[in-house]
């Protein structure tokens, strides 16, 4: 009967200016899918054994579930989810916030994982995914998810380790040269440097690699 008791923090009604913004934005493509399929209220009525129902409300566990969904899907560590909730309307409309709310803390966050414990935690995002595979969000189809069905520009580069050292040696060469003339000098009297703009095979030897 305790934990029937625990009453979470409610956030005021949305005022006109908070609708009249969220109205402008276009739908996104994953949180607008999550806002009108997923239900995230059932982590409310199983988490509540975490609470004591005396003192401050706390966040409903629904909203923190979000909340660290929103941190996995872009990789943020507490500190930056925090200032992205801040300044994302999309976010903030999907968490269902008003345009100026500033409440959450990054230790928070923290804290809520430990309250809920490694079990809990996955056992709720595995029902949420449970959830999306039902909706058809992703899987049958080679797996794939709802986030690969939008463009995105990850503008990635693999460079090999041989390019990787060879460009940090011209960059100290190139610092040498516009700061410590004498020092820059002295590694060209000294040091070999034709080998730093020399461009190896696609698949050079072990030799080649050496030298």
């Known amino acids: 009967m305790l934990n029937r008791r625990v009453r979470y923090k409610e956030f005021d009604q949305m005022s006109f200016a908070d ?3 969220y109205s402008k934005l276009p739908e996104h493509p994953f949180w607008s899918h999550l806002e009108k399929k997923i239900d995230f209220s059932f982590a409310d009525s199983l988490c509540s054994v975490l609470y004591s129902g005396r003192g401050q409300h706390p966040y409903a566990p629904s909203l923190k579930l979000k909340v660290h969904l929103i941190q996995i899907y872009y990789g943020l560590s507490d500190r ?3 200032e992205r909730i801040i300044s994302d309307l999309f976010i903030k409309r999907f968490l269902g916030l008003p345009v100026d709310f ?3 803390d990054h230790s928070t966050i923290g804290l809520d994982r430990s309250r809920m414990g490694t079990a809990m935690f996955k056992a709720c995002h595995f029902y949420i995914l449970a959830q999306m ?3 058809g969000l992703w899987g049958d189809h080679s797996e794939k998810w709802i986030i690969d069905s939008f463009a995105s520009n990850p503008a990635l580069s693999k460079p090999r380790t041989y390019r990787l050292i060879q460009h940090a ?3 100290v060469l190139q610092h040498l040269k516009r700061s410590h003339r004498a020092i820059y000098q002295l590694a060209l009297a000294s040091v070999e440097t034709d080998g730093l703009y020399a461009r190896t095979s696609v698949q050079p030897s072990t030799a080649g690699h050496m030298l």
């Open 102 to 104: 500033f409440g959450f």
């Open 80 to 82: 930056q989810v925090e």
């Open 169 to 171: 040696m011209i960059r």
């Open 19 to 21: 609708m009249m913004v």
């Open 133 to 135: 595979y039902s909706h």
